[in-house]
């Protein structure tokens, strides 16, 4: 999964080392409209779907976080 969250993420913003970042959303890394292309892809790649209740910081903060976040709702 971490394989194919990072390629999604780094063809949208080549220039942050997500790997390093743990503030994307909160430290003002990522913009809207970055969250929206990631959350399109994402949907896309992994089969799943990221409401609105899960648009938060939190669940866009940090490469972790998005991963947990995919894995919840593959659970669901």
Same mark, same amino acid.
């Given at each position: 999964m971490r394989e194919k969250?990072? =390629?999604i993420?780094?063809? &949208?913003?080549p220039d942050i080392d997500f790997e390093m =970042?743990?503030?994307l959303v909160s +430290? +003002?890394?990522l913009e809207s409209f970055d969250i929206v292309a990631i959350v399109s =892809?994402?949907?896309d790649a992994f089969d799943i779907e990221i409401g609105p209740?899960?648009?938060t910081?939190?669940?866009f903060d940090s490469v972790e976080a998005i991963? =947990?976040? &995919?894995t919840s709702l593959e659970d669901n």
């Open positions: 969250l990072m =390629e993420l780094t063809e &949208i913003r =970042e743990d503030q +430290g +003002g890394i =892809e994402l949907n209740k899960d648009l910081a939190d669940n991963e =947990e976040l &995919i």
